[in-house]
């Protein structure tokens, strides 16, 4: 069995027009969001056995603040270019090409290629996936070379607003 958690970045600043939408930040909301999100996964012990993610600074941070939360070593943290500004044929050329020894994966990106990506592994209807939410997929197969169009079950869709009334 292997698993693919897909997450998209956390919600990110707009404050400053000046900035490249590569390095735009977190901002509050979207800083405390992975955090709670991270303590989401701890609190049902999921950790990943390898964490990628966008080199974009808003994915950067997420990635940073939910490996810290699980107990991911932050310095393993790996940063791939073409998950920015991605299509759902690089996902699947970075997914085939996992190593085998791992069996939990953080894949941590932007929409709409994350969403389209979980749809397109799981078969079902996402339609739209919010700011710092994680789809995991479970996948029937050993290798992750294995894994094909629908072929993934999603476990669980969790995003911040479902724990907005948790939070009061």
């Known amino acids: 069995m292997k698993k693919i958690y897909l997450i998209r970045h956390a ?10 939408d590569f390095d735009r930040d977190l901002n509050k909301r979207g800083k405390n969001d992975a955090n709670m999100m991270g303590k989401r996964l701890k609190i049902f012990n999921v950790k990943p056995d390898i964490l990628y993610s966008s080199p974009a600074k808003r994915a950067k941070e997420t990635a940073f603040l939910i490996a810290k939360e699980v ?13 920015y500004e991605s299509s759902c044929e690089t996902y699947m050329e970075i997914i085939k090409k ?6 939990a994966v953080f894949i941590i990106g932007h929409n709409p290629f994350i969403t389209e990506i979980g749809e397109l592994l ?5 339609t739209n996936i ?6 995991c997929l479970e ?21 911040p607003k479902k724990h907005n009334n948790e939070k009061k």
């Open 98 to 103: 996992i190593d085998n020894e791992n069996n």
């Open 139 to 159: 996948f029937e197969v050993t290798h992750f070379k294995d894994i094909c169009e629908e072929s993934g079950k999603v476990l669980f869709f969790d995003y």
């Open 11 to 20: 919600k990110s600043s707009w404050k400053d027009d000046e900035k490249r």
């Open 71 to 83: 107990g991911y070593d932050t310095k393993k943290i790996t940063y791939l270019d073409n998950l």
């Open 130 to 135: 919010p700011t710092c939410a994680i789809v």
């Open 122 to 126: 799981s078969g079902a209807i996402l």
